[in-house]
Every structure is written in structure tokens, then in C-alpha cells.
């Protein structure tokens, strides 16, 4: 009797199987008040006011944020070692949020390192060596027993894109990574977590002072978060056979992925990629749209950027918490569900001058790319229509070439209408681009729809910062100093974007073969 009892009390567990919640959180340098040689010089114990009071409030700080989002696994990044990691379990579980099993990789040289908190029993922890550089940090890899079922876990912190910071650099983590995936046991069960110091579609972003790959980066073409130039979709990874790893920042509406807010330029670089495995109904599965970036009213100053902790006039002022936010999501012993993907609806440039924020991706049919400087772009679909800037994702676009784009993200720059995602690209054709440029300046016919077009064969004199034409007065600006002629001297420019600054309308000559001095 007592058997058959206890039989139907388990069926309800069976049948809704075990759900749990992964995260990732860059805790923004948790140091200790201990001298050992190794610290930043911004955390010596009794110099810059990091003192003991210090220590604690950055614990109490970052206990809170773990405490709040209750995740059952948390990797986590820039743990000094594993005396202030034990610090940080013990003030956990005196506010009721203990962990029972940790991991921390145990480079000595390190200044920082990365962790593992688990609610279940973790095992086979190793480290994954990347090709060393200094600086360089292990790729921490354990294997958690979740109700008997094995899922293993690798906590990632890869080289930032300062000091040296080329995309080379995040190849090596990557194909490091890549590498040991490759010698697991066939069919295991794994997540890839961190901060991974990449955009998710970092092969469209790829800055060309840090491109030394031939634009070939780790995160999208090294991990296979991208096929054929576009990002994977949650059915390609559901496929049988299929391989790479779906990124979960797919998941969120464009304007909403990001978890970290350099200077007010956001970017995704927390990250949690999953393996087919994870899109099989078999074992450990995820649980579909369940990525979040954990962001409390606590963890955003005023101004809306991340509340990171406070070092200003070369001292520690024991306020905020850390430059990141940390990402989050569930998965489960019960299969996984699918759902219909939204097939982006086609869109003109003149309606996205109507829109602020973007919930899911527009496709642009038939844009003819105007003007190509660096990783910028200008687009338009008709010689009469209106144009839009690409900022920072023209990468794979060539100018005079058409194509169908689906952009993902929109931003306004002091008045300037700009597209900053670009999904994916499909080239079309090659075609002649005389009709889609402007050749005359009236302000008085200026109005919205002349925003981002481009301007050619336009002559005046320059002074005072403007080109004088026919008795107007337009306001020039030089992208780089170094490009700006003398006072006075007469220009002939070639080609122009019309841009705005402080919602003025101004023309921007991005190079010198833009222009010439006529004499």
C-alpha cells in the first residue's frame, strides 16, 4: 500500500519533470582586503579607500543581485580567488540563498578568475587551457548531476577588446572551447555561459581596428552561432543532425538585447549558447522563451546606464554594483516545446521614420546601398525615397550592390535616424547609382525626408566652419580633424552625407577622397 502511495505522489513530479534556472553574472571585480601580489592596482588592500568596510558592502551588493535572481547554476566572472568566492557563499547563505557546491578556476598568476555556484552536486571539473597569452584566462568546465541526469557546464570570460584586445584573441578561447566540446562523450548535454567580450552578431559589428581574422570571429563562426552569414534559428537547431549553438539573445525583441551600456553604447556581450541537444525532447532540454537579462530599478542609475560599483577620483565610494547586468534561463527534464517563428514583415525606410523601437525584425526589400565608409552604411529602396544610415553594421554590404535586409535595431543619434542590427543580408543585384543622389542645396526646401541622404558635386568657399553656396550657409563637419582645409579656401565635394547634430542639419565628409581644395 505504502509503494503504490508513494507511486502516485511521484507522478505528478514525473510528468512536470525538474525545472531550473542557469544565469551568468560579471560581478565587476569582487577583490579581497588580502595582499598577494596579484591584485589590480585599483584594488591594493589600504590604498585608493578599498579597505575591509569596502569589501563587505561589494559582498553585500553582490549577494543581493544572486539572491534576487535565483538561479539553481550561476556562472560567474572576475572572482579574485577562492578565499573571497567562500566569503561571498557564506554571506549568501546567511540571507537564505546558500549554495551547496561551487567550482573556481585556480590559475596563480591570474588577478581574476571565473566560478560556478550549483544547488546540485557538481564533478569532472577541469580547465580548459587557451593558447596562452598573458592575460589570458581558463575556460572553467564541470559537470552537474541534475536528478541523475549529467549536464556540463562551461563558464567562459573572454579577452575584452581593450589593450590589445584583437578578435584573434577571442579565436583562441573559442577554438579552445570548440575543441574539448569535441571530446565529450557523444549525445552529453552542455551549456556554453559568460562574458564572451563579443556581440552576438559580432561578424557584423567587428570593429576594423581589432579585425586581424579576415572578419572571421569566435563567437559566431568558430561556435557555429551563424550558417551561411546569418544567425541560427531555434528550428535549425530542433533539426536532426544539426550542429553550431543557438544563441539565446535571439529570443528578446531587438531594442532588448543587451546587458551592459559602455558610454551609452549597449551591447550583448553576456551570453548563454545551447547545442542541439538542448532542442532534442531528450533529457535536459530548454525551456522555450525563457532568456531574460535580469535588470532591477537597483541595478540602473538615473541616467538609465548600469549602476556599476563606483571608483571615481582614485577611490572606491561603496555605491553600485557592477557594470553588467546577468543573463538568465530555465531549462527542464521535460521536452522541449517549439513554436512558430514570426517571419518578418516587409517595411519601407519611410516607415521606420515612424517607428521608435522595434519588436521584431523588418525586412527591407530592395535597398540600394549609396555610400559605403568603413562599417557604415546609407541605403535607400528608390532614387526618390528617403535614406537611412547603417551605423557600425555595413560590414558585409558593398556599395552600388541591392539587397533585401532585415534590420533588427534602431537608434536616433541627436535628431539622425539610424539602423544599428542588421539579421541578415541577401544581395540582389548591381546597379547604377546616378538617380539616387542629390545635386543642389536649398534650405529652404529642407525638411525630414532629405535626413541621411547624400549629397554630390557641390562647390563653395569654406569659413567658419560651413560651405557658402549661392548665399547660404551649410554647416560642414570633418569625421576626422586631420581632413579639415584651410579657412577660406574653395571646395569641391564629391560626395556627402547630410547628418544632424543638435538637430541641426549639417554635411558629414567621412574621407579625404571625398573632397578636394580647388585652387
Not at 544572486?66 to 538561479?71: E, F, K, T
Not at 566572472?77 to 557563499?89: A, D, F, T, V
Not at 561551487?102 to 581574476?112: G, L, R
Amino acid at each position: 500500500m505504502f509503494k503504490v502511495l508513494l507511486s502516485l505522489l511521484l507522478l505528478p513530479m514525473l510528468a512536470w519533470g525538474v525545472e531550473f534556472g542557469v544565469a551568468s553574472y560579471n560581478v565587476e571585480n569582487l577583490f579581497d582586503e588580502v595582499q598577494n601580489g596579484t591584485e589590480y592596482e585599483d584594488y591594493t588592500p589600504g590604498l585608493h579607500n578599498w579597505t575591509p568596510r569596502m569589501v563587505e558592502i561589494k559582498l553585500e551588493h553582490t549577494a543581493e543581485v544572486l539572491c534576487d535572481l535565483n538561479s539553481e547554476i550561476i556562472a560567474l566572472q572576475e572572482i579574485e580567488n577562492e578565499y573571497i568566492l567562500k566569503r561571498l557563499l557564506k554571506k549568501l547563505g546567511q540571507v537564505g540563498c546558500g549554495y551547496k557546491y561551487y567550482a573556481i578556476t585556480e590559475e596563480k598568476s591570474q588577478s581574476i578568475h571565473g566560478a560556478i555556484l550549483s544547488q546540485y552536486p557538481l564533478s569532472n571539473k577541469r580547465e580548459v587551457q587557451v593558447t596562452y597569452s598573458a592575460g589570458d584566462r581558463n575556460i572553467l568546465e564541470v559537470t552537474a548531476a541534475v536528478e541523475g541526469k549529467p549536464l556540463t557546464i562551461f563558464a567562459n570570460h573572454w579577452k575584452s577588446k581593450s589593450n590589445a584586445g584583437t578578435e584573434s584573441r577571442r579565436i583562441k578561447y573559442a577554438a579552445a572551447l570548440a575543441k574539448r566540446i569535441g571530446e565529450l562523450p557523444q549525445g552529453r548535454e552542455y551549456i556554453i555561459l559568460g562574458d564572451l567580450n563579443s556581440h552576438y552578431d559580432e561578424y557584423q559589428m567587428l570593429n576594423k581596428r581589432l579585425d586581424d581574422t579576415g572578419g572571421r570571429t569566435g563567437i559566431n563562426h568558430i561556435l557555429g552561432t551563424i550558417k551561411d552569414g546569418q544567425m541560427r534559428t531555434e528550428e535549425e537547431m530542433g533539426a536532426a543532425g544539426a550542429s553550431g549553438h543557438y544563441n539565446l539573445w535571439l529570443e528578446l525583441a531587438p531594442a532588448k538585447r543587451w546587458s551592459h551600456n559602455f558610454f551609452g553604447r549597449k551591447g550583448a556581450i553576456d551570453h548563454i549558447l545551447l547545442p542541439s541537444s538542448m532542442f532534442d525532447g531528450r533529457g535536459i532540454d530548454y525551456l522555450n522563451n525563457s532568456f531574460s537579462v535580469f535588470k532591477r530599478a537597483y541595478l540602473f542609475t538615473k541616467e538609465g546606464y548600469t549602476n556599476r560599483w563606483e571608483y571615481s577620483d582614485a577611490m572606491h565610494k561603496g555605491k553600485g554594483y557592477s557594470d553588467h547586468f546577468p543573463v538568465t534561463a530555465r531549462l527542464s527534464t521535460q521536452p522541449y516545446v517549439a513554436e512558430k517563428r514570426e517571419i518578418p514583415t516587409a517595411q519601407t525606410i519611410e516607415n521606420l521614420y515612424k517607428t521608435e523601437i522595434l519588436e521584431h525584425p523588418a525586412k527591407l526589400e530592395g535597398c540600394s546601398v549609396i555610400l559605403k565608409r568603413g562599417n557604415n552604411a546609407i541605403i535607400k529602396q528608390s532614387p526618390k525615397g528617403m535614406a537611412i544610415f547603417i551605423y557600425g553594421a555595413a560590414k558585409e554590404l558593398k556599395e552600388g550592390e541591392r539587397y533585401d535586409l532585415t534590420i533588427s535595431e534602431l537608434g536616433n543619434y541627436n535628431g539622425l535616424k539610424e539602423a544599428l542590427r542588421i539579421e541578415s543580408a541577401k544581395q540582389i543585384e548591381t546597379l547604377p547609382l546616378d538617380g539616387y543622389y542629390l545635386r543642389s542645396w536649398d534650405l529652404k526646401e529642407q525638411d525630414p525626408n532629405l535626413q541621411n541622404q547624400v549629397f554630390v558635386d557641390l562647390e563653395g568657399l569654406y569659413r567658419n566652419e560651413k560651405l557658402e553656396i549661392g548665399g547660404e550657409e551649410i554647416p560642414i563637419h570633418f569625421k576626422r580633424k586631420k581632413f579639415k582645409p584651410q579657412e577660406g579656401v574653395r571646395l569641391k565635394i564629391f560626395f556627402a552625407h547630410l547628418g544632424y547634430y543638435k538637430k541641426r542639419a549639417q554635411l558629414v565628409l567621412y574621407d579625404q577622397s571625398d573632397f578636394e581644395v580647388v585652387e
